[in-house]
């Protein structure tokens, strides 16, 4: 954080900063407590969030922090979440809408079960996500990725691996030769 906020301050001196760490769910790390950094004589100061101790009400006014509200202080966090569905919905930039369900979706996660989410959070909104995507086709190259393995464990050439996983000859070289390098190890 010290870092962040000298290359903040050399690029930019006039620029007001005010660091914050947050804390999703409950710990008991004694990190909790700390909220400065000291190294020899120098001092960094930061805010500390706990977002269990923040009323989910708070989270609610605002769009941008919505998908906070479930891990806030509340009685029934599906409920809450049900709350960040409806005013969700109201937002009309179908693109922050999409955002906003996947981020409150992935940090509702932490609290509720998968069925729980997928209930009241609309599936079909989360998957215009960019982040959504990306979580998307990052899975999907791996599983290409452990398929390519497999055929190239078990013999395959390198252009009908390529072939059949629709990975470049290029990736599947690459692969060949991290499975060559773990067999000679």
């Not at 959070?121 to 398929?147: F, G, H, N, P």
């Amino acid at each position: 954080m010290l870092d962040y906020r000298v290359r903040v301050y050399r690029r930019y001196p006039d620029k007001a900063m005010r660091q914050v760490v947050l804390y999703l769910q409950p710990t008991g790390s004694n990190l909790v407590q700390q909220n400065s950094f000291t190294l020899e004589r120098t001092r960094h100061e930061f805010d500390i969030v706990c977002l269990w101790e923040q009323p989910a009400e708070v989270f609610l006014q605002y769009p941008g922090l919505l998908p906070f509200a479930t891990l806030g202080q509340t009685v029934d966090a599906a409920s809450t979440l049900q709350q960040v569905a409806q005013r969700v919905e109201q937002i009309v930039d179908p693109t922050m809408q999409a955002n906003l369900t996947a981020a409150s979706a992935i940090l509702a996660g932490i609290k509720l079960e998968e069925e729980t989410i997928y209930r009241l959070l609309r599936r079909d909104i989360m998957q215009e996500s960019v982040i959504y995507r990306s979580i998307q086709e990052e899975t999907e190259a791996k599983a290409k990725r452990s398929i390519a393995l497999n055929f190239l464990h078990d013999g395959f050439s390198v252009e009908s691996v390529a072939r059949g996983t629709g990975l470049s000859i290029e990736e599947v070289q690459q692969l060949q030769q991290q499975l060559n390098q773990s067999a000679q190890t």
